[in-house]
Structure formats: structure tokens, C-alpha cells
């Protein structure tokens, strides 16, 4: 059996000692917490600027103008984007520019479908 002297376990008792200690001792104090005024609800989000929704229409319909011409190029447009692209032009022209965004994404969107189209064989 091995001996073990009391130099070694001496060490071993002092930490369990400060141990035993520091959890006697009362809470701390914690510092006082910053009363967050009632005024400092969450901000509504702000409407979207009007300038730059109807720049974001007329990119979008400019980015659905190309998309829709490549399409017609290879031959591969179909008429339901080639109705969205003419419904988003018109909405761009009556200043609807959140409907126009939703029009050119999705002519863009189908024109993309189309040129995905000719990857596949036409017949099985």
C-alpha cells in the first residue's frame, strides 16, 4: 500500500478550505442596472423611400427586359413572361412600383425557366 505524507495533502485541504470559504461568504452587490426609459420602444420600420422603390422598379424591369430578350433570342420565351414584362411596364408607367418589382422578378424569373428548358431533350 503507499503512504502518502501530510506535505502532500496539506495543499489539497487549503483549496478545499478557500473553497468552502468564498462559499460562505454573502452575495456581492451587483452594480445597479440603467432603468431603460419607457420612451425606447421598439421604432416602427420607416415606409420605403419612394425614390428609391421606383429606382428598384426600373432595374428590376430593366434586368427583366434582358432576361426576356436573351429568352427570345434562343427561341425559348414563354408567353406568360413576355405578359408579366408588359404588365411591369405598364406599372412602372402608372408609378405602381411595388407591383412592377413582383411583375419583373417573376418575367425574369420565367424567362429564366425557359432558357433551363432547352437543356432537357424535347422528346423522351
Known amino acids: 500500500m503507499l503512504e502518502t505524507s501530510r506535505l502532500c495533502q496539506a495543499p489539497w485541504w487549503a483549496a ?4 468552502v470559504a468564498a462559499c460562505t461568504l454573502g452575495p456581492r ?17 420607416p415606409a420605403p423611400d ?9 432595374a428590376m424591369l430593366a434586368q427583366a427586359e434582358t432576361d426576356v430578350q436573351r429568352a427570345r433570342a434562343k427561341r425559348a420565351l ?3 413572361a413576355w405578359e408579366d414584362l408588359l404588365a411591369a411596364r405598364r406599372e412602372v408607367a402608372a408609378h405602381d412600383n411595388a407591383a412592377a418589382i413582383e411583375s ?21
Open 104 to 124: 419583373a422578378k417573376r418575367a425574369s424569373e420565367l424567362a429564366q425557366l425557359g432558357l433551363e428548358q432547352l437543356a432537357y431533350p424535347a422528346v423522351r
Open 50 to 58: 419612394e425614390a428609391a422603390l421606383a429606382e428598384a422598379a426600373r
Open 78 to 80: 414563354w408567353l406568360k
Open 29 to 45: 452587490e451587483a452594480a445597479p442596472t440603467p432603468a431603460v426609459p419607457a420612451a425606447a420602444a421598439p421604432a416602427a420600420v
Open 16 to 19: 478545499l478550505g478557500l473553497v
